[in-house]
């Protein structure tokens, strides 16, 4: 930025300024005047200025005795008035001066104050800078420590989740073979009911079957016996008749043979029959037997079930005890993060 040429002087400011000098009862010197004109103006300027007030001066005091008494009196009068009036405002700037000292004086004490309070602040400053100084010089150590132990949770937390993966690679090789387990037992419970209600209506068709057979022999046995009966009434009474006469001997003879050749077929028929029924009785004893190796089959097959279900008691608590250390796992995970939380806060405040 160009500074601005400086002004000129004019001649009324040196006239001012030496009658200032002169109301102060003080030498108009060249110095004087420019110190009075705020150290502007050129000396030489100044100077032509004075030598042409005091011609002026000179001249108008030559003047000054041809004017009338009158007129010497009046400007008697004004210098006088202007003489007070310089007085007046010399002891106005006097006065000014005076206060403008007194409070530059103020000004001075209340910055030299101010100066020693900052300097006490300072050393108070600069004795916190050196408390926080040591202060972050143990915080940097806690970090440290903080790090240390932040690596070490971390290689535990490794370690936990390595051996977190391992638990739920075993957990869902247990939950598999539960399954797997389950499924067998379920489809094993399926066959051997399908199996057991097959085996008993096989065996109830074949024991009514054997039932209805039974009563068919029986059937045929009480119409045998009934026969026999008959024909042993029948022979009896052909014997009374045979004492009576010879010929009805004779023909009691004929129908005896006759009864007895029936009789003999009617005991074959018999036999068969009875050998039927003892076979019969053989199936329904073979039966018996069969279904008290189902019934036991059965019981075999209720342990193995109660068995199973023990087994799945058993993976279902291991399971339980699983999920209980996978939470406990998962809480000092949080409780690592949560401490990793912390730490970086605390690096950050």
């Given at each position: 930025m160009k500074c601005m040429a400086r002004t000129g002087i004019?001649?009324?400011q040196v006239q001012a300024a030496k009658a200032a000098l002169k109301a102060r009862q003080q030498a108009v010197t060249i110095d004087a005047v420019r110190a009075e004109l705020g150290n502007t103006g050129?000396?030489?300027t100044i100077s032509r200025y004075l030598n042409e007030l005091d011609q002026n001066h000179q001249v108008k005091m030559d003047n000054l005795d041809a004017l009338s008494a009158e007129l010497g009196q009046l400007i008697g009068q004004v210098a006088n008035r202007l003489q007070e009036e310089a007085k007046e405002?010399?002891?106005?700037?006097?006065a000014r001066y005076q206060n403008e000292r007194e409070q530059w004086q103020t000004q001075k004490q209340e910055l030299e104050d101010a100066l020693a309070s900052a300097q006490a602040q300072s050393a108070s400053l600069i004795a916190q800078v050196n408390e926080l100084e040591s202060i972050g010089a143990s915080l940097r150590e806690e970090r440290e420590q903080l790090r240390i132990s932040l690596g070490q949770a971390t290689e535990k937390e490794s370690g936990l989740h390595q051996r977190?993966?391992?638990r739920q690679a075993h957990i869902a090789s247990l939950e598999q073979k539960h399954t797997h387990a389950r499924e067998a037992l379920e489809h094993f419970r399926a066959a051997t009911k399908t199996q057991r209600e097959q085996?008993?209506?096989?065996?109830?068709?074949q024991v009514q079957l054997?039932?209805?057979e039974l009563r068919k022999a029986q059937q045929q046995v009480a119409v045998v016996q009934e026969s026999l009966d008959k024909a042993m009434h029948n022979h009896a009474s052909l014997e009374a008749r045979l004492q009576v006469t010879h010929e009805q001997l004779s023909s009691a003879r004929?129908?005896?043979?006759?009864?007895?050749?029936?009789a003999a077929q009617l005991k074959s028929e018999l036999t068969v029959i009875q050998g039927n029924l003892k076979q019969k009785e053989v199936v329904v004893i073979a039966?018996?037997?069969k279904l008290a190796g189902y019934k036991r089959q059965v019981l075999t097959q209720q342990a193995e079930m109660e068995q199973l279900r023990h087994s799945n008691i058993q993976l279902s608590t291991a399971l339980k005890a699983k999920e209980t250390f996978v939470e406990q796992l998962l809480q000092i995970k949080s409780l690592t993060q949560l401490t990793a939380v912390q730490t970086d806060r605390d690096e950050g405040g």
């Open positions: 004019s001649k009324k050129s000396k030489t405002r010399i002891e106005q700037n006097e977190l993966s391992e085996d008993l209506q096989r065996h109830e068709h054997v039932q209805a004929q129908n005896l043979e006759k009864e007895q050749q029936h039966q018996s037997e």
